[in-house]
């Protein structure tokens, strides 16, 4: 959850961080597999984490996500932990969760983007209009695009070489 420095914490790596803790509680050989925990179209969040156990443990997918289902500690992170028959898990997050997380990225100036721990150099090559045609929106558009990029590289710490290359005549 959102720590006491009102730091954003990212649901997908909370839950699969949870969900590889509570994978050894259901067998020790499970310890270190992979959680699995994916976006969803039916719910937040999706783990799949019983698919590939099922098979290395030899027991059906269903069965051991009911298990995993229990043996979760996300009650300060999910309202509602369904079970799927095919095996899968299916998670949705507690709206106090939610509210937490967006009220730290108000609080915070990069709104939770962090600086890259080893920064690179980004080059960014922007609309580059040829000199002996017309101009046209297009060239306004990538412009745009670039200088997004040009600021979100920066944001995080990367050195940007801005480029305008005027196309040959």
């Known amino acids: 959850m959102v720590g006491e420095d009102r ?11 949870r969900v590889a803790a509570a994978l050894p509680r259901l067998d020790p050989a499970a310890a270190g597999a992979d ?3 994916r976006r ?3 719910s ?22 009911a298990e995993l289902a229990e043996a979760l500690e996300i009650d300060d992170v999910c309202a509602e932990v369904e079970v799927a028959p095919q095996g899968f898990l299916n998670l949705r997050l507690a709206p106090r969760f939610v509210s937490d997380s967006l009220l730290a990225l108000l609080g915070d100036d990069t709104l939770g983007v962090r600086r890259d ?10 609309s580059a209009p040829n000199v002996a045609k017309e101009m046209h929106v297009g060239h306004l558009r990538s412009t745009v695009i670039g200088d997004a990029l040009a600021r979100m590289a920066e944001g995080t710490g990367r050195t940007v070489v801005r480029q305008n290359h005027l196309g040959d005549w």
Do not use: M, W
């Open 44 to 65: 937040d969040y999706q783990v799949n984490a019983a698919f590939g156990l099922a098979k290395q443990l030899g027991r059906r997918p269903a069965e051991l996500a």
């Open 7 to 17: 730091t954003v914490a990212d649901p997908q790596v909370t839950l699969a961080a």
């Open 117 to 126: 721990e080893r920064p690179g150099t980004v080059v960014i090559d922007y």
């Open 40 to 42: 969803s179209q039916h």
């Open 35 to 37: 959680p699995q925990v």
